[in-house]
């Protein structure tokens, strides 16, 4: 069974980067799509972007384009997301998720694995 770690969140200011990763363990990603979402206390858990590990194929919630990248490292078994230009509202506990049929999707009912989440905090 695929087990997810994410990594690399923690607190920046407003207009900062942070890069986020989703290590995987367990089995590999290759076959798999990934994806990030965030989830702000008292709201539901809102889709950010996926990436299809094979053809790298990607595809960003419509607040993320142009300043976040997804991308993956085959050989770490590992998917990052870049976030630029931060801002106050951007604060949430990111997860990272896993669907082993490959396709990608915006609902997180459609993934199949779940790591424990990083928190961010954009201050202002």
């Known amino acids: 069974q695929v087990q997810l770690v994410e990594s690399g969140g923690g607190l920046v200011e407003t207009g900062g980067s942070l890069r986020l990763s989703c290590a995987a363990s367990?089995?590999?990603?290759?076959?798999?799509?990934v994806g990030w979402f965030r989830q702000i206390p008292g709201k539901e858990r809102e889709f950010v972007a996926t990436?299809?590990?094979?053809?790298?194929?990607?595809y960003y919630a419509a607040s993320w384009q142009g300043r976040s990248t997804i991308s993956r490292d085959n050989a770490k078994n590992t998917v990052y997301l870049q976030m630029n230009t931060l801002k106050p509202e951007d604060t949430a506990v990111y997860y990272c998720?896993?669907?082993?049929?490959?396709?990608?999707?915006?609902?997180?009912?459609?993934?199949?694995?779940w790591g424990q989440g990083t928190q961010v905090t954009v201050s202002s």
């Open positions: 998720a896993a669907r082993a049929s490959g396709g990608l999707a915006t609902s997180r009912s459609m993934y199949d694995y």
């Open positions: 367990g089995g590999t990603l290759s076959s798999y799509a």
């Open positions: 990436i299809n590990w094979i053809s790298r194929t990607t």
